[in-house]
Antibody
Framework: QVQLVQSGADIKKPGASVKVSCKAS????????IHWVRQAPGQGLEWMGW????????NYAQNFQGRVTMTRDTSISTAYMELSRLRSDDTAVYYC?????????WGQGTLVTVSS | QSALTQPASLSGSPGQSITISCTGT?????????VSWFQQHPGKAPKLMIY???NRPSGVSNRFSGSKSGNTASLTISGLQAEDEADYYC???????????FGGGTKLTVL
């Protein structure tokens, strides 16, 4: 069965970077885009961007341009999202999700807390 | 402020039907048939309920249906059940630099 398993919760200081991983199983990793979406506490969903695991091509939301980097390692079917220059308002649950017919499978989410 | 506008909250009684609206612009909802709806229970990841305006993924109850008219998409839930109580989000592709936009979410309460 399709699964996306994300790395565990993390705490970072303002100005630092965080890298969240998303390990895929149960399907051909290179066949489907991976999206990253975040959700601040008590807030709605915010799209961050996507990566094509086959080519490595990326497409980032303007709000995150210059701060986000999405990569992948096809040998271990894992996608990564790195966010730099963290601020307190980056505190959120970060999700990876696969796009097939719609964004159909989601990871369990990774809580990133930014605090001094 | 979210790019797509949804009512903040809605409520209904078991067995009733409700409709959640999602209003965008001619650059997103009105331009593409790529509207999706997600259900999210507290502390859980979102779940895809509708994709491409009106298509249901395998395993999603046929009580859920989607439609679109102009710049507004809608999710209708018929025969409300207690388990339908959740937050619902719409999303759409957009021609803007954001590429994908979400609505602000609608909290559905089943009375």
């Amino acid at each position: 069965q399709v699964q996306l398993v994300q790395s565990g919760a993390d705490i970072k200081k303002p100005g630092a970077s965080v890298k969240v991983s998303c390990k895929a199983s149960g399907y051909t990793f290179t066949g489907y885009y991976i999206h990253w979406v975040r959700q601040a506490p008590g807030q709605g969903l915010e799209w961050m961007g996507w990566i094509d695991p086959n080519s490595g091509d990326t497409n980032y939301a303007q709000n995150f341009q210059g701060r986000v980097t999405m990569t992948r390692d096809t040998s271990i079917s894992t996608a990564y999202m790195e966010l730099s220059r963290l601020r307190s308002d980056d505190t959120a649950v970060y999700y990876c999700a696969r796009e097939s017919w719609g964004v159909d499978y989601w990871g369990q989410g990774t809580l990133v807390t930014v605090s001094s | 402020q979210s790019a797509l506008t949804q009512p903040a909250s809605l409520s209904g009684s078991p067995g009733q039907s409700i409709t959640i609206s999602c209003t965008g612009t001619s650059s997103d909802v009105g331009a593409y048939n790529y509207v999706s709806w997600f259900q999210q229970h507290p502390g859980k990841a979102p779940k895809l309920m509708i994709y491409d305006v009106s298509n249901r993924p395998s395993g999603v109850s046929n009580r859920f249906s989607g439609s679109k008219s102009g710049n507004t998409a809608s999710l209708t839930i018929s025969g409300l059940q207690a388990e339908d109580e959740a937050d619902y989000y719409c999303s759409s592709y957009t021609s803007s630099s954001t590429h994908v936009v979400f609505g602000g979410g609608t909290k559905l309460t089943v009375l």
